[in-house]
């Protein structure tokens, strides 16, 4: 069961030919599509299907956008440093380096206005990027000179022909030598290796391949939203299947109970990206999740988590004690991990002794001594932190606490001198507090272990390029929260739009936190047995926002909209 691919946005020198009329609306939007279909790019489609010329592009683009036009004859081949930009990205975006001068990177482009082959090259070289205009037919000769072309003699539609080069470890199982030969097939390795690129250029966090009666659908969570992204045909789904059970040293004769495995993938020498994968049997095949551990992405500073100025002071000042506990907590992909590495990095120093278990490690940090969960052999988490106490430790951190056992073991080590963080599932901070009282922690070891409860989601933030004012009646904006003074001095709400720099209005995510310190009488509440709904009318009483509140906050900055926090919080 095929879909029609999803339409995205013309550029705006695709614009600039229907405004001079060189061509109509009605053809730019077909050119478009067409090109896409045919995994072109727009210039590229008008000049090999003869519909402009490339010199009349070229110019034309050159006095629209103000960009320098360049003779590509005036470079020689050998001379440009082609090593710098991935070869995917050359053929994807026939943008080709020309130059580098400092940290600026010069490339040679047909379409000066594809800001996202600018972004993703930048992105990629760590560089910022400069485009310099040239013919087309030029830039095509150049590439195809430099040895930079794409292979599309019989693969077109499996993706670019250095796919089936890129590194994986571990692709050797014991299972091997028995294998259907299809799964080697140059074609499958090479589109299995296109969707994990593509996942981690855009961003996602999950790949999901999906096996149904009619069709197979490939999905991306980006943004904590999923978003097809592909429909191979449904004969493919076992070879793909196969493919990536492989990768992963799984047993690929075991269809009937589900498996767990990792990918490791070299995308350079300098840059690993780790998959963690996980098949479940469905009626009509096996489901693969991937799950993207990419260490880099994790590392954004605490200014970039989200934090109101109070909330972040209060973080830092539990951190920076010498013993008891903070907890995270929220669902799972709300963005705990990073905001206790985050508080990791800030503590790394080569005085002071930090342990972690998790269930896995997600995010490698060098000078913090990380340890695999693995239940098999024994080693739990409470296992795990009997022994990391044997090894004169400071710091702490556990995956979860799930059981009174890790919880009792966390608790005495945040009472005997060491800094402890953990991250629970509850709804919000005041319910954690309950959520160990009901584990079976006495009371009094909550209130004389516990410093910090932080409460957290991830909303998705509005693009900048193209959000707009929303004209909310006042009752829609009191329901939503803010006060009447909020609405009285001129609150300005936006909304999501969409454009060819987001992904339907939204770009990127922020966090929303709950910050609740442990007061006195916090602590008195807990020692009497206070219920959730207590502890949350006494954090109310102090000051400390909610998820909601802290969400309003964002809408009122014009960095989210009301929309976004109505899906990730409640009212």
């Given at each position: 069961?095929?879909?029609?691919?999803?339409a995205y946005?013309?550029?705006g020198?695709?614009w600039q030919?229907?405004?001079?009329q060189?061509?109509?609306?009605t053809?730019m939007?077909?050119?478009?599509?067409?090109?896409?279909?045919k995994?072109r790019?727009?210039?590229?489609?008008?000049?090999?299907?003869k519909i402009?010329d490339s010199?009349?592009l070229?110019i034309?683009?050159?006095?629209?956008?103000?960009?320098?036009l360049?003779?590509?004859?005036a470079?020689e081949?050998?001379?440009?440093?082609?090593?710098?930009v991935?070869?995917?990205l050359?053929?994807?975006?026939r943008?080709?380096?020309?130059?580098?001068?400092?940290?600026r990177?010069?490339?040679?482009v047909?379409?000066?206005?594809n800001?996202?082959a600018?972004?993703?090259?930048?992105f990629n070289?760590?560089?910022?990027?400069?485009p310099?205009?040239v013919?087309e037919?030029?830039?095509?000769?150049?590439?195809q000179?430099?040895?930079?072309?794409?292979?599309?003699?019989?693969?077109?539609?499996?993706?670019d022909?250095?796919l089936?080069k890129?590194?994986?470890?571990?692709?050797?199982?014991?299972?091997?030598?028995?294998?259907d030969?299809a799964?080697?097939?140059a074609?499958?390795?090479?589109?299995v290796?296109?969707?994990?690129v593509?996942?981690i250029t855009?961003?996602?966090?999950?790949?999901?391949?999906?096996?149904?009666?009619?069709?197979f659908?490939?999905?991306?969570?980006?943004?904590?939203?999923?978003r097809?992204?592909?429909n191979?045909?449904?004969?493919?789904a076992s070879?793909l299947?196969s493919?990536?059970?492989v990768?992963?040293?799984m047993?690929i004769?075991?269809?009937?109970?589900p498996?767990d495995?990792?990918i490791?993938?070299k995308l350079s020498?300098?840059?690993?990206?780790d998959f963690?994968?996980?098949?479940l049997p469905?009626?009509?095949g096996e489901k693969?999740?991937l799950?993207?551990?990419?260490?880099?992405?994790?590392?954004v500073g605490?200014?970039?988590?989200?934090?109101?100025?109070e909330?972040?002071?209060a973080f830092?000042?539990?951190?920076?004690?010498p013993?008891g506990?903070?907890?995270?907590?929220?669902?799972?992909?709300?963005g705990?991990?990073?905001?206790?590495?985050?508080?990791?990095?800030i503590?790394?120093?080569p005085?002071i002794?930090?342990s972690?278990?998790?269930d896995?490690?997600?995010?490698?940090v060098?000078?913090?001594?990380?340890v695999?969960?693995?239940?098999?052999s024994?080693?739990?988490?409470?296992a795990a932190?009997?022994?990391?106490?044997?090894?004169d430790?400071?710091?702490?951190?556990?995956?979860?606490?799930?059981?009174?056992?890790?919880?009792?073991?966390?608790?005495?080590?945040?009472?005997t001198g060491?800094?402890?963080l953990?991250t629970l599932?509850?709804n919000d901070?005041?319910?954690?507090?309950?959520?160990?009282?009901n584990m079976?922690?006495?009371p009094f070891?909550i209130?004389?272990s516990v410093l910090?409860?932080?409460?957290?989601?991830?909303?998705?933030?509005?693009?900048?390029?193209?959000?707009?004012?929303l004209?909310?009646?006042?009752p829609?904006?009191?329901t939503a929260?803010?006060?009447?003074a909020?609405?009285?001095a001129?609150?300005?709400?936006?909304?999501?739009v969409?454009?060819d720099?987001?992904?339907k209005g939204?770009?990127?995510r922020i966090?929303?936190?709950?910050?609740m310190?442990i007061?006195?009488?916090?602590?008195?509440l807990?020692?009497e047995?206070?219920?959730?709904?207590?502890?949350a009318?006494?954090?109310?009483?102090e000051?400390?926002?909610d998820?909601?509140?802290s969400g309003?906050?964002?809408?009122?900055?014009?960095i989210?909209s009301?929309?976004e926090?109505n899906?990730v919080?409640?009212?």
């Amino acid at each position: 069961m095929s879909k029609e691919p999803a339409a995205y946005k013309p550029s705006g020198l695709a614009w600039q030919l229907v405004r001079e009329q060189l061509i109509s609306e009605t053809q730019m939007q077909a050119a478009y599509q067409e090109a896409r279909n045919k995994g072109r790019t727009f210039v590229q489609h008008l000049v090999e299907e003869k519909i402009l010329d490339s010199r009349q592009l070229a110019i034309l683009a050159s006095q629209a956008f103000g960009v320098p036009l360049l003779d590509l004859d005036a470079f020689e081949t050998d001379t440009l440093p082609l090593t710098l930009v991935d070869e995917r990205l050359i053929n994807k975006h026939r943008a080709l380096p020309l130059m580098r001068r400092g940290n600026r990177l010069f490339l040679a482009v047909s379409d000066p206005t594809n800001d996202q082959a600018l972004e993703e090259i930048r992105f990629n070289t760590g560089l910022a990027t400069d485009p310099i205009l040239v013919d087309e037919q030029k830039l095509s000769q150049a590439i195809q000179k430099s040895g930079h072309a794409q292979d599309t003699s019989s693969i077109s539609d499996f993706g670019d022909a250095d796919l089936e080069k890129l590194e994986i470890e571990n692709t050797e199982s014991e299972d091997t030598e028995n294998l259907d030969a299809a799964v080697d097939e140059a074609p499958i390795v090479r589109y299995v290796n296109k969707i994990l690129v593509d996942a981690i250029t855009a961003g996602a966090s999950d790949i999901h391949f999906e096996p149904f009666e009619k069709y197979f659908r490939i999905r991306f969570r980006q943004d904590g939203l999923l978003r097809e992204v592909a429909n191979p045909p449904l004969n493919m789904a076992s070879r793909l299947t196969s493919r990536l059970k492989v990768m992963s040293r799984m047993n690929i004769a075991e269809r009937r109970v589900p498996q767990d495995g990792r990918i490791k993938l070299k995308l350079s020498r300098n840059r690993d990206i780790d998959f963690r994968v996980n098949t479940l049997p469905t009626i009509y095949g096996e489901k693969i999740v991937l799950r993207i551990l990419d260490s880099s992405s994790a590392q954004v500073g605490i200014d970039a988590l989200g934090f109101e100025p109070e909330q972040r002071d209060a973080f830092l000042n539990a951190i920076k004690k010498p013993y008891g506990m903070i907890l995270v907590t929220g669902p799972t992909g709300s963005g705990k991990t990073v905001s206790l590495y985050t508080a990791l990095n800030i503590l790394n120093d080569p005085e002071i002794n930090i342990s972690t278990v998790e269930d896995p490690v997600e995010i490698q940090v060098a000078g913090i001594n990380q340890v695999n969960l693995n239940p098999k052999s024994g080693l739990t988490f409470a296992a795990a932190l009997r022994a990391f106490l044997r090894q004169d430790p400071d710091i702490l951190m556990v995956g979860e606490i799930r059981d009174l056992e890790t919880a009792e073991i966390a608790v005495k080590a945040a009472q005997t001198g060491h800094l402890v963080l953990s991250t629970l599932h509850t709804n919000d901070a005041p319910q954690t507090l309950t959520r160990l009282a009901n584990m079976g922690v006495p009371p009094f070891n909550i209130a004389s272990s516990v410093l910090l409860i932080m409460a957290q989601r991830l909303a998705r933030k509005l693009c900048v390029h193209c959000r707009t004012v929303l004209n909310l009646p006042h009752p829609a904006l009191l329901t939503a929260g803010f006060s009447e003074a909020e609405i009285d001095a001129g609150l300005t709400i936006y909304g999501p739009v969409g454009c060819d720099k987001c992904n339907k209005g939204y770009r990127g995510r922020i966090g929303l936190f709950q910050v609740m310190p442990i007061s006195e009488e916090t602590t008195r509440l807990i020692l009497e047995g206070g219920n959730a709904i207590q502890l949350a009318d006494q954090a109310r009483r102090e000051g400390i926002a909610d998820l909601r509140a802290s969400g309003l906050r964002k809408v009122k900055a014009g960095i989210t909209s009301l929309e976004e926090i109505n899906r990730v919080t409640t009212e």
